[in-house]
């Protein structure tokens, strides 16, 4: 019976070394003990290498820059980007006039000093504005804000005769009326309920409305400009300094490239039809239809090809722009006038003597020129408060920006406008509202405008600077003889959140109230 079921039994052959199966690789889970120990070994030689290798490389990056010794392995410094702090930013400001970080193993270089800052705006040779890492994604690589060289000066040329002082009368007729429009819905909701209400919300959709309706006119239906302003937060919260820079669905990029695309269908879609507007012979009531016009003019020598798709595309980025730096800008005038009594009531004073006590008249482009002080006063708030501390460019080569120091290719250059913009030297008592600074052509504010980079310098520096000042001072002079508005004032009035750019951590809580016509 034994030698029966022997005989039976089957059997698992040795394959010889010239078989297949010899090369078959078996689980380190087989392996003898000693084996195991050898693969773990090796994967921990082989780890510890590259972190070695991780911080050699930015101790050899960094050299003399004040900055960590060492990197966090992987991550550096990205815990700290995440939620990043006004206070965290001047502790690595104040380290030196260039101090070093990484992220991700993206190194970075920040400049804090004026001269600095200025030497890597003006230098399209060695940087190119990257914003963030995901802008890209989001605004789309060909987009004009990251041409360089001659295509982008050739562009910024047609795109200034958007903001010609021509232009501007057509565009302040549509701030004013949607101004009032806005204040008006804010005394009714506050009839409604007078307790404080913070204003990011409100400010963020007055602004949007405004610029949908400047630069597309009424080719864009309420619904349509509704769904792109419901859908621009994802757009803001993605263009953070730092995000999960994969474009998986549920991320803030993702969502954001989703709310381009809602976008983009209205704004091809007024590009085409401002097209056909001047065609048949209107008169431009919008910037889209201003630049189709400005095409058509016998002495115009630019480019005239333009898609639809690159007209929305530069309203688009247009649309970034005033969305989120104008908010900020037009909250904390609101936060600062009423922080600021004194202030506001010298606004109200030359508002009411430009305006012939007419507080229904619409503004005009000769009314604001009469306006010097509220002019000073937009300039100084955004001064105290910038709506944009820093601007993210990366080396296209080797940059050699001091003479023992050059930043290496491909690494992120980030020129700081907060110190400028405080330096006690140009601007005495710097943290604190002075208008008046402004009013004295003699004063060292003035006297040194290379430190007033609110809105950067260089081929890059915004184009809408006329546009920007302009509707934040509408709104403000407008809400000064309509409305009255109290602060309620938090711990966290004076705290900065930066949310691409910055806004009161408490989102100023605000109450208004119908103001008496003189």
């Known amino acids: 019976m034994a030698s029966l079921l022997r005989h039976y039994s089957p059997s698992v052959p040795t394959p010889s070394p010239s078989s297949p199966l010899a090369n078959i690789p078996v689980p380190s889970f087989f392996l003898p003990a000693s084996n195991q120990a050898t693969w773990l070994y090796t994967t921990l030689a082989i780890v510890g290498a590259l972190l070695v290798l991780e911080q050699s490389v930015y101790r050899y990056k960094k050299k003399h820059l004040p900055g960590a010794t060492w990197t966090i392995p992987i991550i550096g410094k990205f815990a700290d980007s995440m939620k990043p702090t006004m206070e965290g930013y001047m502790a690595q ?37 990257c914003l963030v890492h995901s802008a890209k994604a989001v605004l789309m690589p060909d987009n004009w804000v990251f041409l360089t060289g001659k295509i982008h000066v050739e562009y910024r040329r047609v795109l200034n005769t958007l903001f010609t002082r021509k232009a501007l009368s057509i565009y302040i007729s549509i701030q004013d009326a949607i101004t009032r429009k806005h204040l008006n819905q804010w005394l009714a909701d506050a009839a409604k309920d007078p307790s404080p209400k913070s204003i990011m919300k409100t400010a963020r959709e007055l602004n949007m409305h405004t610029s949908l309706r400047v630069f597309c006119g009424n080719h864009i239906p309420e619904e349509g400009a509704a769904e792109i302003s419901q859908k621009y937060w994802d757009i803001t919260r993605a263009l953070e300094l730092v995000n999960f820079p994969l474009a998986l669905p549920g991320t803030k990029v993702y969502k954001a490239i989703q709310a381009r695309k809602a976008a983009f269908k209205w704004l091809e879609m007024a590009a085409a039809k401002s097209k056909i507007a001047i065609a048949e012979g209107a008169e431009p009531e919008c910037m889209l239809e201003q630049w189709v016009k400005e095409m058509q003019a016998p002495g115009y020598k630019g480019r005239k090809d333009f898609s639809d798709r690159e007209m929305a595309m530069v309203v688009f980025s247009f649309l970034f722009a005033s969305q989120d730096a104008m908010s900020s800008g037009l909250i904390y005038g609101f936060q600062h006038l009423a922080d600021h009594p004194e202030l506001l009531a010298n606004i109200r004073e030359e508002q009411y ?41 990366r080396t296209t080569k080797p940059f050699p920006i001091t003479p023992d120091y050059t930043v290496p290719a491909s690494s992120m250059v980030i020129p700081s406008f907060y110190n400028s913009l405080h330096d006690p030297e140009v601007y005495p008592d710097h943290d604190n509202l002075i208008p008046q600074r402004w009013l004295d052509p003699n004063s060292s504010a003035n006297s040194n405008p290379q430190n007033y980079l609110v809105f950067g310098s260089g081929p890059h520096k915004c184009i809408g600077i006329e546009y920007a000042l302009m509707n934040i001072a509408l709104v403000l002079a407008t809400a000064s003889v309509l409305t009255n508005w109290e602060h309620q004032l938090t711990p966290e ?9 910055i806004f009161p951590k408490d989102g100023c809580l605000l109450k208004f109230s119908p103001r008496p016509k003189p």
Request: aromatic share 8%.
């Open 353 to 393: 003597r430009v305006r012939g006590n007419d507080v229904d008249k619409p503004l005009t482009l000769e009314m604001l020129d009469e306006m010097p002080y509220l002019k000073a006063f937009v300039k100084e708030s955004m001064r105290v408060k910038p709506p944009v501390t820093m601007v993210p460019y």
């Open 93 to 129: 400001w104040n380290s030196g006039v260039l101090s070093a970080v990484s992220v991700f193993n993206i190194f970075i270089v920040m400049a804090s000093s004026n001269e600095y800052s200025r030497k890597i705006l003006n230098s399209p040779n060695h940087a190119e504005p």
């Open 493 to 501: 009035s004076d705290k900065v959140q930066i949310i691409a750019t």
